[in-house]
C-alpha cells in the first residue's frame, strides 16, 4: 500500500513554469513506477506522462511539451516541470502508483492516486 500526496499547483500567467512534487509514503519506491494524469472541467483524465521506477524510462503524452517527469527515490518523490504553460493546461494533476516496471498511459493500469492538485493558467 502506498499513499500520495501532491504539491506545488497554482496560478501562473502563460508561459510561467511551475514545478508539482508527489511525495509517497510506505517502502520500496523503486518498486512502483509513476505517472501523471490531469483532468480539466467537463472534460475526462488524461494521461500526461510516466516513469519507471529506476527513472532510465519515461514516456509523455503528445499535449505536453516542455513538461519532464523525474523522481527521487531517496526521497520517495516523483516531480513534473511544467514550462511554456498554457492556459489549456489548466487542470487538476493527479499522481498516481503502480507496483511493477513497466509503464503505461493507462489510467486502469494504475492502483494508486492522489487527491489532486490544482494548476490554473491564465491568459
Known amino acids: 500500500q502506498v499513499q500520495l500526496l501532491e504539491s506545488g499547483g497554482g496560478l501562473v500567467q502563460a508561459g510561467g513554469s511551475l514545478r508539482l512534487s508527489c511525495a509517497a509514503s510506505?517502502?520500496?519506491?523503486?518498486?512502483?513506477?509513476m505517472a501523471w494524469f490531469r483532468q480539466a472541467p467537463g472534460q475526462e483524465r488524461a494521461f500526461v506522462a510516466a516513469i519507471s521506477g529506476s527513472g532510465v524510462s519515461t514516456a509523455y503524452a503528445d499535449s505536453v511539451k516542455g513538461f519532464t517527469i523525474s523522481r527521487d527515490n531517496g526521497k520517495n518523490t516523483v516531480f513534473l516541470q511544467m514550462n511554456s504553460l498554457k492556459p489549456e493546461d489548466t487542470a487538476t494533476y493527479y499522481c498516481a502508483a503502480r507496483v511493477g516496471t513497466a509503464i503505461w498511459p493507462l489510467q486502469y493500469r494504475y492502483e494508486y492516486w492522489g487527491q489532486g492538485t490544482q494548476v490554473t493558467v491564465s491568459s
Open positions: 510506505g517502502r520500496a519506491f523503486s518498486s512502483y513506477a
